[in-house]
């Protein structure tokens, strides 16, 4: 089955302080993960995709296929990051497997 | 940008109600999605729809219909609402090519009595 798991519900850093948030997927096959966005008031928007290795906003994301983990990290964390992510996985059909979401509260 | 568009944004109703969430968008997308999101569940799969004569069940479609009216309309259909459909209710499309990212609309905040 597919599957995604994000541990936290909620992660506080300060202002400065590096994140990571963490995914863990489950599937057979070959994934594409993605990272979604959900700024306070705003309509949830893609971050960033695996396939690209880019960073955007200062945030990245490593597919490690041994560990089954996407994890989402940035080294310095900025008030504005504050939001609700959620990584999703896609097994091929096209469709998306969301996680739960993790809320990240970055405090200055 | 509103080029995926929900409506209405926000419904109160009564247990026994039907009810049609509306979705249109302007991104000249083939797929469609309808999906709820929950405190502590995330956005879970209610239908989608990969053009205009498809329409496939997620992974929580009891209780729900679709409709895809046209390649831009795709409309979700609480028959009798009961409480516990009381959630957050998001459209999403995307590109017909491969595995692409999806566009969500703004949600539509479902309330039933």
């Known amino acids: 089955a597919q599957r995604v798991t994000q541990p936290e519900k909620l992660l506080s850093v300060f202002k400065g302080a590096p994140v990571e948030l963490k995914c863990n997927y489950s599937?057979?096959?070959?994934?594409?993960l993605f990272w979604y966005v959900q700024y306070s008031r705003q309509r949830l928007q893609l971050l960033l995709r695996?396939?690209s290795r880019e960073s955007i906003k200062g945030f990245t994301a490593d597919l490690n296929k041994g560990e089954t983990s996407f994890h989402l990290k940035k080294p310095f964390a900025q008030e504005e990051d504050s939001a609700m992510y959620y990584c999703?996985?896609?097994?091929?059909?096209?469709?998306?497997?969301f996680g739960s979401g993790t809320r990240l509260l970055v405090r200055p | 940008d509103a080029d995926v568009t929900q409506t209405p944004r926000n419904r109160i109703t009564k247990t026994g109600k039907r009810i049609m969430l509306e979705c249109s968008q302007t991104?000249?997308?083939?797929?469609m999605y309808w999906y709820r999101q929950d405190p502590g569940l995330g956005l879970r799969l209610i239908y989608y729809?990969?053009?205009?004569?498809?329409?496939n069940k997620g992974e929580i479609s009891d209780g729900y219909s679709v409709s895809r009216q046209a390649q831009a309309k795709f409309s979700l259909s609480l028959e009798s609402a009961i409480p516990n459909q009381t959630a957050l209710y998001f459209c999403?499309?995307?590109?017909?090519?491969?595995?692409?990212?999806?566009?969500f609309g703004d949600g539509t905040r479902l309330s039933i009595l």
């Open positions: 999403a499309t995307s590109d017909g090519q491969g595995t692409q990212p999806q566009h």
């Open positions: 599937y057979s096959g070959s994934p594409e």
């Open positions: 695996h396939i």
């Open positions: 999703a996985l896609s097994g091929g059909s096209y469709k998306l497997i």
């Open positions: 991104k000249g997308h083939d797929r």
């Open positions: 729809s990969f053009d205009v004569k498809d329409i």
